[in-house]
């Protein structure tokens, strides 16, 4: 999957979205983060591998709500030692989310880069031609 | 932005308060006009202006020749605030990597006697080392030993027969800064960074066999028993997924600092609370828990160093002469006294990859480098050269005692992994014979050497400019990569 733009930075990268609607965007901007970090096994072999965390997160904006929302997952993945491959943004309203996100075992993937966080630094939402688009910048 | 820099000297330039309306300080650039070219290629500069908005930021916001862009500081980035007079901290000027920092000891060996042994002895530390991305050491720690860990930095792997008394001395802070209350450490980052003491890590972090290939100073040399084609031992690492998980924490909280305390800074990675407030000092009590974590860590990863030294030498890591040079943090706020305007002031002094350079007479330092000045060791690219130096008095008094903390990248991740072939850099590294083990074939292309800035370039400006002075250089034959 390479359904984002990586945005060039000297020391880290940067992924911008685009997504129909807000919960579409967050799930995109996740999907990218671990499309960055690891490359999921070709084989899935069943849903016994598989895992499901539920998160919620609150904030002040919708922007600060996406960092949070990212560093969750990836501080989830670090602790429970999973790669997230897809997610179900049940409720975004207002600066509250409620997710699911869908994890397999890290040892039976491909881990590639580590990113320590998502930052705050160029992060952007915005609406053009119809579409939502957001920019963040991670800290690899 | 370009236009607006203003020359001073060959090494200083200046970016006037008039750049940008919130500006508290100018703006100083240590650089030549070569390494400028690389510098005004990304967004590093703006990041200088955008850290003299802090509140309370004293002198300037200082760029070290290093710099180069990061988040909310420019990575090279040196900013020190003025507690009384409101004087912030901020999580981002310390950075997700809390006391990222690099050590570097000393063998007795010359290269010449084990060079046939190099190969083995990469193989055996990459083996024993753990590394790459998520990776876990035997190293356990109980939930009870975490709090002493925490406290005790090195000084808890010392006490649990990770190294002796000595490596302490030869540790910025002893390997541990007073203050740091583990209390104010969330449960997730407790939980992040459990399993990760001993760990190197992954992306620019390394373990590095090298050899002395050029000596400045022959008589700090002969002080510190250092000769030419001596084997030498670097490592380079920091406080793993505890210190990104207390970074995150209060880069969040300290968002909502911004408007209990009117702050106004141009980028919310700069978010921060007066260091008085309650809200700086249970982040400075965490963030000092991870800068502990961190010295223990590179305590431990030296520990096992020395046995993979040992198990190739069938020799006690004594008798190899493996004692430690120095251990330098460069992701670190810390608070320290200077004289400001003829005043003596308590300053919160951020060095965002800069490397605090204490000059000759500080009563920081040991008595062992009380007469020469700080040890300050600046790792360069796994290609080219790395470097000892000492801080200066100089340095004390124009970079709050900080000089640069390495070569500096110039071209992106993505860049260097497009332009770079694996296997053709592979066989150009070990006609130089240097041999390379990494744990993500990726992170060798991330990180050849064209990625970076030549630190050769980078250590004359800060040797030039008296902020730190050249001891001696190495050049890499073993690397070990996450």
Redesign the interface.
């Known amino acids: 999957m390479k359904d984002y733009e990586v945005i060039e930075h000297t020391a880290d990268i940067g992924i911008r979205v685009k997504a129909k609607d807000p919960a579409s965007l967050f799930k995109s901007a996740g999907l990218a983060m671990f499309d960055i970090i690891a490359e999921a096994p070709h084989q899935l072999s069943g849903s016994a591998i598989q895992q499901e965390i539920s998160i919620k997160q609150e904030a002040g904006n919708l922007e600060e709500l996406l960092v949070f929302w990212l560093n969750e997952l990836l501080s989830l993945s670090n602790t429970k030692e999973l790669i997230f491959f897809d997610f179900k943004v049940n409720k975004l309203e207002g600066d509250s989310l409620q997710a699911l996100a869908f994890g397999r075992p890290a040892k039976d993937c491909k881990v590639n880069v580590e990113i320590k966080a998502a930052t705050y630094h160029g992060l952007r939402i915005w609406q053009e031609s119809g579409l939502w688009q957001a920019e963040v910048i991670f800290d690899v | 932005m370009t236009g607006m820099l203003e020359k001073i000297d060959d090494f200083h330039w200046r970016i006037p308060r008039s750049y940008k309306a919130g500006m508290k300080v100018d703006g100083l650039i240590y650089a030549d006009e070569k390494l400028l070219k690389d510098i005004y290629?990304?967004k590093?500069l703006e990041q200088v202006a955008n850290v003299a908005f802090l509140p309370g930021i004293v002198n300037y916001s200082l760029a070290m020749p290093d710099i180069?862009?990061?988040?909310?500081f420019p990575?090279g980035g040196v900013a020190a605030t003025d507690i009384e007079q409101g004087g912030a901290v901020s999580p981002?000027g310390v950075?997700?990597?809390i006391n990222c920092g690099v050590r570097l000891l000393k063998t007795n060996f010359q290269y010449e006697e084990i060079k046939d042994k190099i190969r083995d002895l990469v193989y055996a530390l990459f083996s024993d080392v753990p590394s790459?991305?998520?990776s876990k050491g035997d190293i356990r720690v109980s939930a009870k030993e975490e709090k002493q860990l925490l406290l005790k930095g090195a000084k808890w792997a010392v006490e649990n027969g990770y190294g002796c008394q000595d490596d302490l001395e030869c540790t910025e802070e002893s390997g541990a800064i007073p203050g740091a209350d583990p209390d104010a450490v969330s449960d997730?980052a407790y939980?992040?960074g459990k399993a990760q003491s001993g760990t190197l890590?992954?992306?620019n972090h390394f373990l590095e066999i090298q050899v002395i290939d050029q000596l400045f100073d022959r008589d700090l040399c002969d002080r510190f028993e250092l000769d030419l084609g001596q084997v030498m031992v670097m490592i380079h690492s920091g406080s793993r997924?505890f210190g990104?998980?207390i970074?995150?924490d209060y880069?969040?909280s300290m968002?909502?600092c911004l408007q209990k305390y009117n702050i106004n800074v141009p980028?919310?990675?700069l978010?921060c609370a007066p260091v008085n407030s309650p809200e700086a000092k249970q982040y400075i009590g965490a963030m000092r828990c991870a800068a502990n974590y961190a010295w223990a860590n590179r305590q431990c990863l030296m520990h096992l160093a020395r046995k993979s030294f040992e198990r190739i030498f069938s020799m006690s890591w004594q008798k190899m002469g493996m004692s430690l040079i120095y251990d330098v943090a460069h992701n670190i706020a810390k608070i320290e006294k200077y004289v400001i305007d003829g005043k003596e002031k308590l300053l919160c002094v951020h060095r965002k990859g800069a490397t605090r350079a204490f000059g000759p007479g500080n009563p920081a330092l040991p008595e062992r480098y009380r007469e020469s000045g700080q040890p300050v060791i600046i790792p360069g690219d796994m290609g080219r050269n790395s470097y000892l130096l000492v801080g200066t008095k100089k340095a004390e008094e124009e970079t709050f005692g900080s000089t640069c903390h390495g070569a500096g990248?110039?071209?992106?991740?993505?860049?260097s992994t497009k332009s770079t072939n694996l296997n053709t850099l592979l066989k150009e590294l070990e006609s130089k014979g240097i041999i390379v083990q990494a744990s993500?074939r990726?992170t060798i292309v991330e990180e050849a050497p064209s990625a970076y800035k030549d630190v050769n370039d980078v250590v004359s400006v800060v040797h030039n400019a008296g902020i730190s002075k050249r001891v001696c250089r190495m050049r890499p034959l073993g690397v070990i990569k996450?």
């Not at chain 2, 990248?409 to 860049?415: E, G, I, P, Y």
């Open positions: 290629h990304d590093a180069h862009w990061g988040y909310g990575i981002g950075g997700f990597d790459g991305v998520g997730r939980e992040r890590g992954s992306g997924g990104y998980q970074c995150e880069s969040r968002i909502a980028d919310r990675q978010a990248r110039v071209k992106s991740r993505t860049a993500g990726g996450g």
